[in-house]
Structures are given as structure tokens and as C-alpha cells.
């Protein structure tokens, strides 16, 4: 039998389970066959943030949504076209985010009577008419999977694990992509259990088979590479690109890369990756604890090597004194804070931009820190190098505000030309500086960037005193004169605030330089902000959009930028922090739009904010 080829333009796909169904490593595999077709793509992985959630209930649901298509898309989709659902919690749990017509492929063998009063259905779903506005593909993926498996050496429980192996064979032909990189994947994966591996690979093909075979599905689909920048690509992470943007600036910086961390959710994975690279002379220490982290990681930079830490929200809280302490002895340090729901231990797993008053305002004394945030996955590698150009040029900590979403989503990256990578080359001071040709004064200044020396610990004749302790300007030593703090206070500040010189100015995006209203963003919201002014422009509408990278200091053009528009509108992740910032600084009445879900903002919502703003005026 032939079947039919339909082709499409874009499709959003979500595989849902329990935490235990391999939904994560589904996503990820179904992701990684996608980037290598050419497709543009954009993911959301949402998993609880317990271990082993109960299984089969609501609390245990772990999804992954994958956006692609034949053309430049921003996010992982509003709403998706499938639902892969491996029990009844998955498919409750997602239904509500289902359009009408929407496919929803269920694993019948999970509809078990006691499955179903885990999550309160009283009667499966599938066999009554709550489920008539969708199209219901009844697929027992268990089953299929335990006998597909029947001459494989294993045991009937790890054959039922590899039902989402058997999903992704199916999703895998049901739209056309490529396989050789999974069975390879499967291979290397489980190396050391050749049986499982071979029976993983065997569920993987066998679902590919069904697909192929059975009449449940008609039609297959097809979406066409999308047409990127000519280059070298591939699929990676925010955590990834990260990683790799702090490798790269310690190799162009020449220093070592020294990693300070504590293990918390989201930012492990940085730690996990850079520990991978000790042959670029990479050091990752895993500390007892956050303060030991950045402790370390200061106690690196001291020691001439770029000094990192990563963590999350309740880390930096951790982390503030210290932080502080690298603000006072004025050494550059990155300190990585991929936000996540607060406040204390809050939602783990979930996403916010709650932290951003905290990075500005949460160290005792004037502690001025610059603020870089990436906006895309991939950008975090750019913001890691340009996080770390600031460091070691104005000898200050840095604050790089990544998030959940960013840090586990994932889009094509276009590999850099080594060439086109800054130079963050450093000078370490050797020699004395005082104008008597003997004395080395460690607060003396450069007259640009008011950077203080660096001077590497042991170098001949530049020994001198460090600690929280005010020091005397230009000397370094210890002072208690009331003129002097003063004095350092506002060089400190003035050292940041001249940065604002040193970064490109805020760019705005208005076509025909005639729109009334700005949309305004930074950190992970470009994506939904740049899909909802695309709907709204599709109708005819004139906007304006413009996305803040460099967060203190701003933009030195913020403020004629924002009194440019009539009405500005700030969607956030938190309840206004940088509208607050904004208000305050320029005296312009900033819109903010706020919602706290632990999820990013859906393009249509915001389209239809914008819409309502414009329609006030």
C-alpha cells in the first residue's frame, strides 16, 4: 500500500509520560534526528523536579515539546499539533493545551482501570466521546514493543522500557527523519549492555515498521529543510553553549578557566560539560557548598585565572558576600546564575526572571555589578564571552542571567570562525607602577576604563595586602578615612557605569520608523516577543521592538530610546523588576504585562497584549 505524503511547513510535537517512560531522552533523540535533516527548531523540556514522582500520577508527568520547520522560527510553539501520550496523567495533564483537531496518539496499554483513578477518569477516554475533538490514534505501545522483543535475551520489564524507543521509531517515520544517528546513539549509549542495546535499536526500527505497515495512520508527513545562513550547524543547548562560550573566552583571554560549583538545578549542567574539557587546561572544582564555590572561583581569579561559578537563585543568595568581596578587591569574576521559580526552593524545574533585582541590589554596601543576559539558547555562548571581556577588562564580577528555559532549550548554532572571536587578551602587571619607578600601588587606575592592575600572586616586588577591609586609593591600604570611602565608592561605580560607553547601543527593530508603541524585552523573552510582533505586523499593524542584552549598565542610549514611543510594553517573568528599574531611572511610564507560571509566555498571548495596547491609544 502507498500512502500519502503531505507536505507541511511546520509542526509542534509533544511526547508526554511519566517520568519514568524515557520522555526526556525521546524529545532529546527526536530533536537530534531533526537538526541533522536541517530543519530550524526550537525545544521545551518540562519535567518535575522530584527524582521518582509516584508513578502515573499528575505530579509525575514529564514532557518534551519540539518546534520545526521549513522556515526561521522563535520558540517551541504555542500549542502542539501531536501529543504523544504514555499514560492517562500525560494525557490529562496536556489535554488543556490541545487545539481542536490536534493529533493525540495514546499508549492504550497505560489505560488500565487503576491508572485511570490515579488521575480521576472514571472511564478511559478513549473508548467515550470526551476525546471527539480530536483525532485519536489508539496505539498499544506496550504491547507492540514487549512483542517485537521476543527473542531478545531481556527481561519483560527492561522490553516494556523501550516502549518510547518504539514512539520515536514511529514519530521518526510518521514525519520523515532521519535514523542512522539514533541507532548509532543506541549503540554507544548502551555499549556495555549489547543485548539492551540491541533490543532498544529493535523496538526503535519496529515502531519505524509499524508506521509503515499499519492502516491507523494514512499519512505521513513531510517539512522541508528550512533555508539558514550557509555554515556549520548543530543542535545545542543553552548549558551547552554556555560552556562553550566560557571555554572559548578562556582560550582567547589565554587564562586558565577555573570553575567553582555547587550542583543545583538548572545550572549543573554546565559544571557536568566543562568537566568534559580538561584538555583546553580546563579546572572544574564541585564544592561542599555555594559559599565554598565562589570562594574558590575568587580565590582562582586572585591567582590570574578566569574565575567562574554557576548556580541558581537560592546560590546567589548564598553567594552575595563573596560577591561583594570580588567587588571591593576588584577582580574579575563570572558569576552564572541560570534563574529558575522562587522564591527559596521554590519550582526547580520551572523557569522565571526573578533575579534580576537581586544581581543589581543584592550585596550589603554599593556593590555595583554589570549584568549581561542572553536571549536564545545558542546566544549564551556569545554572552559568555562577552560577560568575560568585561570581567577582565574592568577587573569586576560579572552577573551572566541565563534561565530554565534557556538552559534546557535547545536551536540550530551556526558555528563561529575562530578569526571573528574577540580578543580578551590580558596584561598582567609585572613591573612597579609608582612614579618613583619602585613602589607598586594596586588601586592605581587606568584613566579609561578606571580598571585597577592585576598582578599574579609571587611576582617580585608587587606583593601587596587584599581583603574585604576598605583600602586607601592607589595604595591599597587598609583606610578608615570617612574622604577616602567616599572617594573609592563612587570610582567603583564609575568604573561600571563607564562600561555603558564599551557596549553597543539598544537597537530597535521598526520598520518604518513610524510605529507608536515599543515592545521591550530582555533575557528569554525575545523569542515570544519576536513571534508576537511577527502576528501582529502579519495584520497590518505597526510596532516597534527592541530587546536589552546589557542590563546594568544599560544602553547609553536607554532613555531617548524609550521617550522615542508613546507607549512601551514590557512583558517579564516576575511582577515588573526591570519595569521598576526603568520607571525609576528615565521617568517613562513603562506598561509591564507579568505572569509567574514557571513557563515561558505563549507568542498568541502576547500578540493579543500588543494588540490591546495599541487599541488603547
Known amino acids: 500500500m502507498t500512502k500519502q505524503v ?18 526526556q531522552l525521546t524529545g532529546d ?38 518546534h520545526f520547520a521549513d522556515h526561521d522560527i522563535l520558540t517551541p510553539g504555542d500549542a502542539p499539533n501531536v501529543l504523544v501520550a504514555m499514560n492517562p496523567a500525560a494525557l490529562k495533564a496536556n489535554l488543556g493545551d490541545l487545539p481542536r483537531g490536534a493529533d493525540i496518539i495514546v499508549n492504550t496499554d497505560e489505560f ?27 496505539v498499544p505501545l506496550t504491547s507492540l514493543t514487549v512483542k517485537a522483543l521476543e527473542g531478545f535475551d531481556i527481561s519483560k520489564k527492561d522490553a516494556e522500557r523501550a516502549k518510547n524507543m518504539f514512539a520515536l521509531g514511529l514519530l521518526s517515520w510518521l514525519y520523515h527523519r532521519p535514523t542512522e544517528a539514533t541507532v548509532k546513539f543506541l549503540e554507544t549509549k548502551f555499549a556495555k549492555k549489547p543485548d539492551i542495546a540491541k533490543a532498544n535499536v529493535a523496538a526503535f526500527q519496529a515502531g519505524w515498521n509499524y508506521g509503515e505497515t499499519t492502516e491507523s495512520f494514512s499519512v ?10 550557509a555554515g556549520l550547524y548543530r543542535n545545542i543547548s543553552g548549558n551547552q553553549a ?45 564544592a561542599e557548598d555555594e559559599i565554598a564555590g565562589v570562594g574558590a572561583a575568587l580565590g582562582a581569579a586572585f591567582g590570574g585565572a578566569l574565575g567562574v561559578t554557576t548556580t541558581s537563585g537560592p546560590g546567589v543568595a548564598l553567594k552575595a558576600e563573596t560577591v561583594g568581596l570580588a567587588v571591593t578587591t576588584e577582580l574579575p569574576l563570572l558569576v552564572v546564575d541560570v534563574q529558575r521559580a522562587g522564591p527559596s526552593t521554590g519550582m526547580p524545574t520551572k523557569t522565571e526572571q526573578t533575579d534580576l533585582l537581586m544581581a543589581m541590589f543584592g550585596r550589603n554596601g554599593e556593590s555595583p555589578v554589570p549584568i549581561v543576559a542572553p ?11 562577552e560577560a568575560a571581556r568585561i570581567a577582565v577588562k574592568y577587573r569586576t564580577p560579572v552577573m551572566l542571567l541565563s534561565d530554565g528555559y534557556l538552559a534546557n532549550g535547545s536551536e540550530p548554532w551556526r558555528l563561529p570562525e575562530i578569526d571573528d572571536l574577540p580578543d580578551l587578551s590580558v596584561e598582567f602587571t609585572v613591573e612597579p607602577n609608582g612614579d618613583d619607578g619602585e613602589t607598586y600601588l594596586p588601586f592605581k587606575r587606568d584613566t579609561q576604563t578606571l580598571a585597577r592592575p592585576w598582578a599574579v600572586p609571587g611576582t617580585p616586588g ?9 583600602k586607601a586609593d592607589g595604595t591599597g591600604n587598609i583606610s578608615y578615612d570617612p574622604n577616602n570611602h567616599d572617594l573609592m565608592v563612587r570610582l567603583r561605580q564609575a568604573k561600571i557605569d563607564g562600561i555603558a560607553q564599551d557596549i553597543p547601543q539598544l537597537e530597535v527593530d521598526d520598520p518604518e520608523g513610524d510605529a ?63 519595569a521598576l528599574l526603568l520607571r525609576a531611572r528615565f521617568l517613562v511610564d513603562i506598561i509591564s504585562y507579568n505572569r509567574v507560571r514557571g513557563l515561558p509566555f505563549k507568542a498568541e498571548e502576547l500578540a493579543g497584549v500588543i494588540q490591546e495596547v495599541i487599541d488603547s491609544e
Not at 507536505?7 to 520522555?23: E, H, K, T
Not at 490515579?118 to 471527539?132: F, I, M, N, Q, T
Not at 608587587?462 to 576598605?470: D, T, V
Open 375 to 385: 536571549a536564545t539558547p545558542s546566544d549564551c555562548f556569545d554572552a559568555a564571552l
Open 29 to 66: 533523540r527526536f530533536t537530534a534526528e531533526t537538526a541533522q535533516f536541517g530543519n530550524d527548531l526550537s525545544t521545551l523540556p518540562n519535567f518535575p523536579a522530584e527524582i521518582r514522582a509516584p508513578a502515573g500520577t499528575l505530579p509525575g508527568v514529564s514532557s518534551f515539546q519540539l
Open 462 to 470: 608587587l606583593e601587596h595586602r587584599i581583603g574585604g577591609i576598605e
Open 112 to 138: 488500565t482501570k487503576r491508572n485511570l483513578q490515579k488521575v480521576g477518569y472514571a472511564e478511559s477516554p478513549v473508548d467515550d466521546d470526551s476525546l471527539g475533538e480530536w483525532r485519536v490514534h489508539a
Open 220 to 229: 505521513s508527513y513531510e517539512i522541508k529543510p528550512a533555508k539558514l545562513a
Open 242 to 286: 554556555l560552556a562553550y562560550g566560557l571555554i572559548a573566552a578562556s582560550v582567547q583571554s589565554k587564562l586558565p578557566l577555573f570553575l567553582g560549583s555547587y550542583p543545583i538545578t538548572p545550572a549543573s549542567d554546565i559544571l557536568h560539560e566543562l568537566s568534559k574539557h580538561k584538555r583546553f587546561g580546563i579546572r572544574t572544582f564541585q
Open 6 to 23: 503531505q507536505q507541511l511547513d511546520r509542526v509542534i510535537i509533544r511526547f508526554a509520560g511519566d517520568s519514568g517512560d524515557g520522555m
Open 516 to 578: 507608536r508603541v515599543l515592545v521591550l524585552g530582555w533575557g528569554s523573552t525575545y523569542g515570544p516577543i519576536a513571534a508576537a510582533v511577527r502576528r501582529v505586523r502579519k495584520a497590518g499593524v505597526k510596532v516597534a521592538q527592541a530587546h536589552i542584552r546589557h542590563l546594568n549598565p544599560l544602553p547609553s542610549n536607554t532613555g531617548e530610546v524609550l521617550r522615542s514611543y508613546d507607549k512601551v510594553l514590557l512583558p517579564e517573568i516576575n511582577l515588573g523588576q526591570l
